[in-house]
């Protein structure tokens, strides 16, 4: 195993049952006992292969519905994988706002929630708390109940605790639209300054400057396959091509 | 804070023990934060995991003591003999309704993030416990009121209060585990739990159960733990653990524990799917 990999995934698959619902009055599933919802089988990925270096950031681009956010969630381990072989080398944190917050609990009870739910150690937490309140703006509202939060501040919250939890490897499902425009401005220099360098992240964003700004590889996906992998200005004008 | 995930479909039984003890911290803080988000709002906060069994409690003494006139299987107030049924049975209950719309209630956790997902139906287990401990102060109120001492098994208490937890460990996650794929145990747990409570010795001393149906009886495992409960608190009762209904309730125990963890973890790799 060499050791600059971070990611290593080979042949993924991953197969969605849906059940479709076409009883829906109590009449129609009385007279339907024995003739159960049908079944539908929706490939969200298919045979995925790819390898993230250490340190690197990807961009991952597609349409809607194309598996980008199916691939991040089995790559960070939410999502059984159907078929293939992952490893990965590091800690893994998707990147979620506001994951396992309460809104009966305080700010201060939040983040120790939060930050443990993303896998801190509470000790760990204790060390970052204070970066973490300044980071989001809300030294004064520690102690208020965030059910009393602006919906921007709640945001300002989850990604302060997101940012300052950090992980090995991230990976970010667009999330540059968090606060007013001054938090945006801040959250993108925290990005440049700290996990550009010398973090593994994975960038999902339908903005083609973000990526053809910050990846240097990216992987373009189409209806569940991974259509291209490698330069970003490829990627971005596969993407673009297929978008016309 | 460095380690390796490897994911493949199927061997991934040792890395789940190896993160649970990982995530370890995680059952206090989930724990905690139910507990804080619980009593919230409520004025009289923690006091109603007192008043709750407390009402329960007149109640039962009143229909079965008085008006049905049952007899106390030893020496002991018939509210002492009752309460010291109530208290394991309502952390039984608690506990099977609480984690079986634990995983459910944290939808959003288990579609985001990875961790053992055993952990938040425990979780909500041990935020039950802790209710249940709390209640227990009642029980020093009610030995002062009578005037009552307790007898020297009472020291036994805590080895019991053990097989309590274990006892509501396995149902609770077998019934969590049902109900994130069947949500019809939704409906169906608040019928276990009333009907339950006349199944086991609550209101009544298991003395009453004739003889040919206690094997049938025990199979309960709140059973068993009523029995002990009893026997470390009311003076003169028959010690559980002479009789072979016991080890009944045990072994139920203990098939229960096994199948939920099982069960569980068959099925936990799909509920971010499921949910």
């Not at chain 2, 009642?138 to 020297?152: A, G, M, N, Q, W």
């Not at chain 2, 125990?253 to 799909?270: C, H, P, T």
Request: charged share 20%.
């Amino acid at each position: 195993m060499e050791k600059n990999i971070a990611l290593i995934a080979k042949n993924i698959g991953k197969t969605f049952v849906i059940t479709e619902d076409s009883h829906n009055t109590v009449k129609h599933r009385l007279f339907n006992l024995f003739n159960p919802p049908r079944r539908k089988k929706v490939e969200a990925l298919k045979n995925v292969s790819l390898d993230v270096n250490k340190g690197e950031c990807i961009g991952l681009i597609g349409r809607n519905g194309c598996g980008k956010s199916t691939l991040v969630k089995v790559l960070a381990g939410v999502y059984p994988t159907d078929t293939g072989y992952l490893k990965i080398n590091g800690s893994t944190m998707l990147m979620n706002l506001g994951v396992g917050m309460s809104h009966e609990l305080t700010a201060r009870e939040n983040i120790y929630v939060s930050a443990s739910v993303l896998g801190l150690k509470i000790k760990e937490v204790d060390v970052i708390f204070d970066k973490i309140v300044d980071f989001a703006e809300l030294k004064e509202f520690v102690d208020t109940k965030i059910k009393y939060f602006s919906s921007g501040m709640v945001a300002r919250l989850g990604f302060s605790i997101a940012v300052n939890a950090g992980a090995d490897i991230m990976f970010l499902d667009e999330i540059f639209a968090v606060g007013d425009m001054k938090f945006q401005e801040k959250a993108v220099k925290v990005f440049e300054s700290s996990w550009i360098a010398g973090k593994t992240v994975i960038l999902v964003s339908h903005s083609m400057f973000t990526v053809e700004r910050y990846c240097k590889r990216t992987a373009y996906m189409k209806n569940g396959e991974l259509v291209f992998f490698g330069e970003t200005s490829k990627a971005v004008e596969l993407y673009k091509k297929d978008n016309q | 804070m460095s380690h390796h995930i490897i994911i493949e479909p199927g061997r991934t039984e040792k890395n789940y023990w190896k993160d649970l003890w990982r995530y370890r911290e995680l059952f206090y803080i989930l724990s905690w934060r139910d507990i804080k988000v619980r009593y919230k709002q409520t004025t009289l906060g923690v006091l109603w995991a007192i008043i709750r069994p407390l009402l329960t409690m007149i109640v039962f003494t009143f229909v079965f003591g008085r008006v049905a006139n049952m007899k106390v299987d030893g020496a002991a107030p018939y509210a002492i003999m009752v309460f010291a049924g109530l208290l394991p049975w309502q952390f039984f209950s608690n506990a099977l309704s609480e984690s079986s719309n634990s995983l459910i209630g944290n939808e959003r956790l288990i579609t985001k993030i990875y961790f053992p997902r055993l952990i938040i139906p425990v979780s909500s287990v041990i935020t039950s416990f802790i209710d249940f401990l709390i209640s227990f102060a009642i029980l020093l109120v009610l030995f002062i009121v009578y005037r009552y001492t307790p007898p020297v098994e009472i020291f036994l208490m805590p080895v019991f209060w053990i097989l309590a937890f274990l006892a509501s460990f396995g149902p609770g996650l077998y019934l969590t585990a049902l109900n994130v794929k069947y949500r019809d145990f939704r409906y169906i747990i608040p019928f276990i739990v009333q009907f339950g409570l006349f199944i086991s010795p609550v209101g009544y001393s298991s003395s009453q159960i004739p003889d040919k149906w206690k094997w049938l009886y025990s199979l309960n495992p709140m059973v068993g733990v009523i029995d002990a409960f009893r026997w470390c608190i009311v003076k003169n009762a028959p010690n559980p653990m002479l009789s072979y209904s016991f080890y009944v309730s045990l072994a139920v125990i203990v098939f229960f524990m096994w199948l939920a963890i099982y069960q569980f973890r068959k099925m936990e790799k799909n509920f971010a799917d499921l949910i």
